[in-house]
């Protein structure tokens, strides 16, 4: 089996729309139409893969993509949830603890439903602050709070962090995830995932899926296409070096601003 065929694909998803996206600006760029999203789940099946969640993924690998949801916005449990149990695939949802009852969020009665329906319910901290800009006692709430909620609204041992924004703890206080108990980290980096190598916590690359992606482009994705691949790769250290040079929060800041005046959609920019 060659490299390509044994690395595995974990995509990232920020919430199902009910229509085709506007391109008149807002948060609902980032989302996806949920006809768009059903359709991709067959489209994977169709490729010969199973989607699953990132635990699944990870312990099997070959022919397996994970499905990751990240916020946990309501249209987790109204949209995607029935979608995937349809299909009989699982998926994994990194909810914000404090986010949770809170409008437009899913509830923890809803959250235990999915869990037991083979769902899996991990950590994307409790407040999604930028975790580069926190102090270490901040970092240490942020990431023992959110845990211990999942843990004790749902009995399980929370293993997963997504990371807000795709930012990191800065230097040795990164030390601080595996202290807390996680064991793997979702990022936002593009790219496939090989074979792990004993490293705690794992880091997981994943392929965000924003807007209305034709099934062209997806399947592309699916196959690892080497233009997409080295595109997004090059868009990430450009970026990077801005996000370095400005810092995460104004970062964000400018990029929802150019968003809102070039009208662009997030998977092209």
């Known amino acids: 089996m060659s490299a390509q065929e044994q690395s595995w694909l974990c995509l990232v998803y920020h919430g199902l729309l009910p229509a085709p996206v506007s391109r008149g600006g807002g948060p609902e760029w980032f989302g996806v139409p949920a006809a768009t ?10 490729a010969g893969y199973q989607g699953c969640s990132l635990a699944e993924a990870t312990a099997h690998g070959a022919r397996r993509v994970a499905i990751t949801f990240d916020d946990g916005v309501a249209s987790d449990y109204e949209r995607a949830f029935p979608t995937l149990v349809e299909r009989q695939m ?17 509830t923890w009665p809803q959250l235990r439903e999915m869990r037991e329906a083979g769902m899996s319910i991990e950590s994307h901290t409790r407040t999604h602050p930028f975790l580069s800009e926190l102090s270490p006692k901040a970092l240490h709430d942020e990431l023992v709070g959110a845990k211990g909620a999942l843990d004790d ?3 399980q041992d929370t293993t997963q962090l997504a990371l807000p924004g795709g930012d990191a703890p800065r230097g040795r206080l990164y030390g601080l995830i595996a202290e807390a108990g996680y064991h793997v980290v979702a990022t936002s980096r593009w ?3 090989g074979q792990a190598h004993g490293l705690v ?15 062209l482009r997806f399947r592309r994705v699916l196959a690892g296409d080497w233009a997409i691949d080295l595109r997004r790769r090059l868009r990430e250290v450009v970026l990077g070096n801005v996000r370095a040079l400005l810092g995460p929060s104004r970062y964000a800041s400018l990029r929802r601003r150019i968003l809102e005046r070039t009208r662009a959609l997030p998977w092209e920019i």
């Open 201 to 215: 916590p794992r880091s997981i690359r994943r392929c965000t899926v924003a807007g209305d992606v034709s099934d």
């Open 153 to 155: 609204a749902l009995g």
């Open 191 to 193: 790219g496939r995932n």
């Open 37 to 46: 999203f059903a359709r991709q789940l067959d489209l994977l099946r169709a």
């Open 90 to 106: 699982t998926a994994t949802f990194f909810v914000i603890t404090d986010r949770v009852g809170s409008p437009g969020f899913v």
